[in-house]
């Protein structure tokens, strides 16, 4: 596992940027934030749990095998995979975002068309119950062949339903549940038994839903922790659930999580990238005025982390008439519109926009070449005679350049490859900087709670 790096360089501006002394200062000035949270870090009323949440969960994995919570997700997600084909995971807000940031990011891109022997037997996964959308429910149903009223006979025609939400009451999940809820009854033959066993619930311990299930005879039901909510979720069962059930290594993923936090407590101010990104951005909010925050990301992999990180900022943040328009994209697919949009337009006057780039630096796969044909004629930037990944590169810095010039202040946020460790550390990184940044501007609501 290598560290992500932050490059505030292009933030360094004395025109329409910050300067490092000004940088330094603020980081010394959120350490004292980081120290309280660390020292509060169990503190539930204080929306801090998400912070040693990875740690006590591999904690007591440590401490028993089959009793702990991953323990018993382990054996359940592995006998998943043995009996269904397909998992429909119901879930709004977080609880939706950030599971499909985790699967979009760790998981191979166009799984669900991948073949069962190529999926290695793991299922392929649908996520609905975050909209009232009619067409899309129903698609979903017809896909299952809910509207053939039969039971499954095998596993390729079997599905679960994973449910996720803390208190039971959000009206999109609970809309959509009573549907699929009712299609897998149907599946089961109204097998009680069977429906029990392919109905997986996470939420709160004193939830409507809980309640609900019990009544049904679900016994294995997983528990949000109190003192994290959406999005802060992601990497407690709320997004581990789904995870497991398609075979993503939990235990690495909460591994970075926990790195992220050891360095978060104790690397210096001035190498600590939680405390620079935070410093770095907010100065960029109050000194400049800058109330647009993109983050681009140039990885199609994590076009879902930059929905989840979205709503992490705007619930986070935008209290009490305070915080950022918070903005999400990928490149290269949009960089001829909303990079012309950042370069020359939008309040152009004003300039009003500060750009996160996140930038993974190896690829999953071999370096595809592109292959120039006789009657080609080169690119652009050339990238005929480059492969994809160089390509890229040279369009990353071909766009901060233009940025620079254009008087738009960025920074580069270098992720060294997107797996479970590397995902971990970004989650809890961003999660870590959004409360310290939340509580040096003095939002009164718990921010993580």
Same mark, same amino acid.
């Given at each position: #596992? ?5 490059? +505030? ?55 028993? =095998?089959?009793?702990? %919570? ?15 084909? $397909? %998992? ?35 299922? +392929? ?14 698609? !979903? ?21 994973? %449910? ?14 009573? &549907? ?31 309640? #609900?299930?019990? *009544? ?17 979720? @992601?990497?407690?069962?709320?997004? !581990? @659930? ?44 109050? *000194? ?8 681009? !990301? ?27 328009? *918070?903005?999400?994209? %990928? ?15 939008? +309040?152009?006057?004003? +300039? ?11 690829? $999953?796969?071999?370096?595809?070449? @592109? ?56 989650? &809890? ?9 939340? =509580? ?6 718990? @921010?993580?709670?």
């Amino acid at each position: #596992m290598s560290p992500l790096r932050f490059d +505030r360089t292009g933030a360094l501006n004395p025109n329409c940027g910050v300067d490092s002394e000004q940088i330094n200062a603020t980081t010394l000035q959120l350490a004292k934030i980081r120290d309280e949270m660390m020292s509060g870090a169990l503190d539930l009323n204080a929306g801090n749990a998400f912070v040693r949440g990875p740690d006590e969960l591999l904690a007591s994995y440590a401490a028993d =095998r089959r009793g702990s %919570v991953l323990g018993r997700l382990f054996k359940r997600a592995s006998y998943m995979h043995t009996i269904v084909d $397909r %998992v429909v995971m119901l879930g709004s807000g977080g609880s939706c975002t950030g599971a499909k940031a985790i699967l979009e990011s760790c998981c191979q891109p166009f799984w669900n068309e991948l073949s069962r022997a190529d999926r290695g037997s793991k299922p +392929r996964i649908y996520f609905g119950g975050n909209s009232f959308d009619n067409d899309s429910m129903q698609g !979903l149903l017809h896909l299952l062949d809910a509207h053939k009223g039969k039971p499954a006979s095998s596993e390729f025609e079997r599905w679960a339903l994973v %449910v996720i939400d803390k208190n039971g009451d959000t009206p999109e999940t609970s809309s959509a549940l009573r &549907q699929f809820l009712a299609a897998l009854q149907s599946s089961t033959g109204l097998d009680r038994e069977k429906l029990v066993e392919l109905f997986v619930p996470v939420t709160g311990q004193n939830s409507r839903l809980h309640e #609900m299930v019990t *009544q049904i005879g679900s016994t294995d039901i997983y528990p949000i922790p109190e003192g994290v909510n959406d999005p802060f979720s @992601v990497l407690s069962v709320a997004g !581990l @659930v789904p995870a497991a059930m398609l075979g993503v290594n939990v235990i690495e993923l909460l591994q970075g999580a926990v790195a992220m936090t050891e360095h978060f407590a104790t690397a210096p101010p001035q190498e600590n990238v939680v405390l620079q990104y935070a410093a770095t951005n907010h100065l960029l909010e109050k *000194q400049r005025g800058l109330a647009v925050r993109v983050l681009r !990301l140039w990885s199609k992999a994590l076009e879902p982390f930059g929905f989840w990180y979205d709503q992490l900022v705007s619930e986070s943040l935008g209290k009490e008439l305070a915080g950022v328009a *918070q903005i999400s994209m %990928v490149k290269t697919s949009d960089l001829f519109s909303r990079h012309q949009q950042h370069r020359h337009a939008h +309040r152009h006057a004003n +300039r009003d926009t500060a750009v996160n780039n996140i930038i993974v630096e190896e690829v $999953r796969f071999d370096a595809l070449p @592109v292959q120039k044909g006789e009657n080609d004629v080169d690119f652009k930037f050339g990238v005929s005679q480059e492969t994809l990944p160089q390509a890229l590169k040279r369009v990353i810095a071909a766009a901060n350049e233009e940025l620079k010039l254009a008087g738009r202040p960025s920074t580069n946020l270098l992720v060294p490859r997107v797996d479970e460790l590397h995902m971990g550390q970004l989650f &809890q990184m961003m999660m870590l900087a959004t409360v310290v940044e939340g =509580r040096f501007m003095g939002v009164k609501r718990a @921010v993580g709670g």
